[in-house]
């Protein structure tokens, strides 16, 4: 208790002293890493946790910026952009917070109502199904013009993402996750990811264990959509795909299966991307960051298969105890 | 061992120190942001070319109010988030103004936080006419609009070729082409009525299978005079390829998008025949501006341009240099000011003005012909807007 | 819809014919590396995209018949199959299958990246000689001499890889390895030598499918692999992604629902081709989660 107080105290004070010190740029990448480690956390519920290969965030994602980039959206505005939208969102206008926790639970509806047939595939073929969901709602806010502008997309939306918001939900995301998996939720799903017939036999609803999940992590995945849209200010079909959800596995992957792990793995890509761009900018040889990341991920994959942190977690009050004895 | 470090250490600081003020002393920074990996990086790879031809000459030239130009070039890996942090990051290393991309998704994520900070934002190729509007006072465009180009067509084809029937093929994966079929539609529908348009049909950026489209084609009676197809650089060869190969032998009509190599070489020769294109200059065009800048990129980079989006970049970067010799001043709003009386800049793709408060040039269009894979210039139009 | 007559649906379900060829050699690379040591590789269709431009460098430099470049861009795949392999897979191979999931999306960034800094982004024209170009007409069906090509010699490689996997020693030691790695070690088989064998010879056939994609639709780029490396791993699944009939099947099923979701959709309705595509690419997971000639054990609780 006294450790989460102080971790929240540090973390708040760090974002206070950056909010002041940073300039523009190095504060929205800061916002930046923040949303990436809301999104590898909230994965790591699937992906690390329960042993479910989930490609699909970036659906959730699209959903959660596209719903909650419309809710802030003023309404003589969205009377031209987009006006096929029934009347009561035409005339809607809700406060940031508000807009991004609705795009966050239909996030989780959606999750709930394809995760309840697909999930009972496993491995590669959860991957390739959703997969597919990905794509499925890339094509459906591409031809659905009136109400998403199509391939144009949303912009001009409003920059409501500041430090303190990315801040408060790191903090509710990380702390949500922590305590699922320190319940009885979480063991579950740690068994079934050990062995799903056992954990089965052992009387554990493999359905509800599975859902759970996927639907936490979308509602997260959808939160983090909402604040992505309010940070870049402009958002396509072709912004939450593919090669999104790829950067995801690969931050879990790198970091390893624990929280610690997908957080470490989230801040490290991102940092590793915007520390290599001068370079780039200094030899003309653009692509350079990718390949050095991917060499730097082919390292680490076969030196620390397991991810940098594996499976262990920092145990935030043996952290603090340490540091009082050293002092 | 010892002496090595202080030796380098005050090498290398002495580099740091003289380096970097002789650089802040006489230069003016100029942001370029485009695609240069990624799905994008086609179009927007031969952009950046263009402005760093430009921004050598007239270094070579002596720079501008006694400071050479440096260009700040990032990468965005076709990636709206890179376009945010990208953009971010020019503005903080305090650029005068800013350049880039070659389609409106980018533009949208990028110049909003240019216009924030009043600085000018110059795209070199994306040709959404109501960009400006959407952005502010500080968004300019090289191109003309897609509405110019596309009632260029409309007209060329009703009055040139005597076109009365056409069908429309539409990329629906891309705000260029949506927007360009559509004001193709407004304006032929107005020349012709509704009926006109005998099918709309769709496809998708990185199709490669048309065999569907050209059986609906084939199968209408009447037939159309024409088809006018909106695509973009990297599928326009395989279509025509396909549409040629099925025997359909009307012609082929469409935008900018038609300008590049491809165009010609996937077809080839033989059936590369009789299609239409509007853009912003003819490659062949005698005009020592257009001939030097070929010869002078083919010196540059080891190859001709790719495509018009080499030229557009090279025109914004002169563009900008020529605001900043009118304003007398590399401030941006100053910089902003002078571009915004542009009147008459004699670039490679075409001559450019700013008329009216409008940030979207003035500019006539191009009509080239292509015949037996041989492009061909036909006119220069101006539109009735 | 006057468009529909029967020699309309023959030329389609020609030109799926086509399509499913190329996937089909594309999806057997891919489910013959997945059958024995259970990774997916999305570098798979990179290797596609070096086949084409090997392709490419071979046909504007030999000016020699097509059956050499194909022969030799068939061995620039099998050494490339190797170097990977070799370089990249084995030093994972004990990790657990994601470890190798995303290293194949690193080696797909390198070749892709390289790709664009040595070859620039440009699409490329990829000409063949016109005596390919020719065009058959058979009844109401027309299609060039190259496709007839294409689908012979897919067919020929599908059936004699058939033939080599059930008869010969090497291939029956692969069909070992894929049913259990630690059993045909303990049998004496040299396990090493078959994931190579098995690596060179799926690449070989991405390779190979290069150069037919490049001789079909007359272009290539670096970043051409993607979209046919996701195509051939959602075909391998839709068949079975453990067999190489499966993926065979796979890779037709899906040339044919493309290619005829667009012909027999309303071209308003065109643009959800790829949402149509993948539900039913969920539909069949669900009904059959097995891919259509898999073994149900792999893939449910």
């Not at chain 2, 090279?314 to 915004?340: E, F, H, Q, T, W």
Request: aromatic fraction near 10%.
């Amino acid at each position: 208790m006294i450790a989460g107080i102080y971790t929240l105290v540090i973390l708040g004070g760090i974002s206070y002293t950056m909010e002041r010190t940073l300039n523009d740029y190095h504060l929205t990448v800061v916002e930046f890493l923040g949303i990436y480690v809301i999104l590898a956390v909230s994965l790591a519920l699937t992906n690390s946790f329960t042993g479910l290969f989930s490609l699909g965030h970036p659906a959730f994602m699209a959903i959660g910026a596209y719903i909650s980039a419309i809710l802030t959206f003023p309404p003589i505005r969205k009377a031209i952009m987009m006006p096929a939208l029934p009347h009561f969102l035409a005339n809607m206008q809700l406060p940031f917070c508000l807009a991004v926790i609705i795009g966050g639970v239909i996030a989780a509806l959606s999750a709930f109502i394809i995760g309840f047939p697909v999930l009972r595939l496993r491995g590669h073929y959860l991957a390739v199904a959703t997969i597919g969901f990905m794509i499925i709602v890339q094509v459906l806010i591409t031809n659905m013009n009136s109400l998403t502008r199509g391939p144009l997309g949303i912009n001009g939306i409003y920059p409501y993402t500041d430090i303190w918001w990315v801040y408060i939900w790191v903090v509710v995301t990380v702390y949500t996750v922590w305590r699922v998996l320190n319940s009885r939720f979480g063991r579950a799903m740690l068994a079934i990811r050990e062995d799903e017939i056992a954990a089965e036999s052992l009387g554990i609803s493999l359905t509800y264990f599975k859902l759970f999940p996927l639907v936490l992590g979308a509602f997260f995945a959808g939160v983090a959509g909402g604040l992505w849209a309010h940070l870049v200010t402009a958002i396509t079909p072709s912004s939450f795909s593919l090669p999104l959800a790829f950067l995801l596995v690969v931050m879990l992957v790198i970091g390893g299966k624990s929280i610690t792990g997908a957080i470490i793995g989230a801040l490290l890509i991102g940092i590793v991307s915007e520390l290599l761009r001068p370079l780039e900018m200094a030899t003309q040889m653009y692509g350079l960051t990718q390949i050095v990341t991917a060499i730097g991920l082919l390292a680490i994959l076969i030196k620390k298969p397991g991810g940098i942190a594996g499976s262990k977690e920092i145990n935030l009050v043996s952290l603090y105890k340490s540091l009082k004895v050293l002092r | 061992m010892r002496r090595v470090l202080v030796v380098g250490f005050v090498l290398v600081s002495m580099l740091l120190v003289f380096g970097g003020f002789g650089y802040a002393g006489g230069v003016i920074k100029i942001g370029a942001l485009y695609n240069l990996t990624g799905e994008m990086s086609s179009i927007d790879a031969p952009a950046l070319n263009g402005v760093k031809l430009a921004a050598k000459e007239v270094n070579e030239k002596g720079g501008v109010l006694g400071k050479k130009i440096r260009i700040i070039a990032i990468d965005t890996k076709t990636n709206q988030k890179e376009c945010a942090t990208a953009a971010r990051q020019l503005l903080s290393e305090g650029v005068v103004a800013g350049i880039g991309y070659g389609d409106t998704t980018y533009v949208l994520a990028a110049a909003p936080l240019f216009q924030k900070k009043h600085v000018p934002f110059i795209t070199s190729g994306a040709t959404l006419p109501e960009l400006p509007k959407m952005i502010g006072n500080y968004m300019f465009l090289v191109p003309f609009g897609d509405n110019v180009q596309a009632y260029a067509m409309a007209d060329f084809l009703y009055k040139d070729l005597h076109v009365r029937r056409v069908i429309i093929w539409t990329n629906k994966a891309t705000d260029y082409t949506l927007a360009l079929s559509k004001y193709f539609k407004e304006r032929f529908t107005k020349l012709t009525g509704k009926k006109s348009i005998l099918l709309e049909d769709f496809f998708q950026t990185g199709d490669k299978d048309y065999s569907a489209q050209i059986a609906r084609v084939k199968a209408l009676k009447p037939q159309p005079d024409a088809l006018f197809i909106s695509s973009i650089p990297d599928d326009i060869g395989i279509i025509v390829k396909q549409v040629r190969e099925a025997g359909i032998k009307q012609p082929i009509a469409g935008g900018d998008g038609y300008d590049t190599p491809l165009l010609v070489k996937v077809p080839g020769p033989k059936l590369a025949n009789d299609i239409y294109y509007t853009t912003h200059q003819a490659w062949d065009n005698p005009d020592p501006v257009v001939q030097n800048f070929i010869k002078n990129y083919k010196r540059m980079f080891g190859h001709e341009p790719e495509n018009a989006f080499a030229a557009l970049g090279y025109d914004a970067l002169m563009l900008v240099v020529r605001a900043i010799k009118r304003a007398g001043s590399d401030n941006p709003a100053a910089i902003r000011d002078a571009l915004a009386k542009e009147k008459g800049y004699h670039g490679v793709a075409g001559t450019i003005s700013y008329k009216n408060g409008s940030r979207v040039p003035q500019k006539a269009v191009a009509i080239m012909k292509v015949e037996q894979g041989k492009i061909k210039f036909v006119k220069m139009v101006m539109p009735n807007m | 819809m006057s468009f529909l007559s029967i020699g309309y649906i023959l030329q389609q379900v020609a030109n799926g014919f086509i399509l499913g060829s190329i996937y089909s050699l594309v999806a057997i690379g891919f489910s013959m590396i997945f059958s024995i040591i259970g990774l997916i590789n999305f570098s798979h269709g990179d290797i596609l995209m070096l086949g084409a431009f090997s392709a490419l460098a071979f046909i504007t430099a030999l000016h020699g018949p097509i059956w050499v470049v194909f022969g030799m861009v068939g061995v620039v795949g099998f050494l490339i199959g190797i170097a990977i392999e070799r370089v990249a897979f084995r030093p994972i191979r004990s990790a657990p299958q994601v470890t190798g999931f995303i290293t194949s999306l690193a080696i797909s960034s390198l070749i892709e990246n390289f790709g664009i800094l040595v070859l620039t982004a440009q699409p490329r024209s990829f000409n063949i000689p016109d005596y390919l170009n020719g065009l058959l007409n058979v009844g109401a069906v027309s299609f060039r001499v190259i496709d007839a090509i294409i689908v012979a010699l897919s067919t020929t490689i599908v059936i004699s890889l058939y033939m080599y996997t059930k008869y010969t020693r090497m291939g029956m030691a692969m069909r070992a390895t894929a049913q259990n790695i630690d059993a045909s070690r303990l049998m004496g088989i040299n396990v090493n030598r078959v994931i190579m064998i098995a690596f060179a010879i799926g690449s070989s056939l991405a390779a190979i499918a290069g150069l037919m994609w490049g001789a079909k639709f007359g272009q290539i780029s670096p970043l051409m692999g993607f979209l046919p490396g996701l195509k051939a791993f959602v075909a391998a699944v839709i068949g079975g992604i453990r067999d190489i009939r499966g993926a065979v099947l796979g890779g037709y099923v899906l040339g044919f629902s493309e290619v005829l979701f667009v012909g027999l959709l309303p071209p308003d309705m065109s643009g959800y081709r790829d949402a149509f595509v993948f539900t039913l690419l969920i539909v069949i997971l669900l009904i059959k989660p097995e891919g259509m000639l898999g073994r149900e054990e792999e893939v449910i609780k």
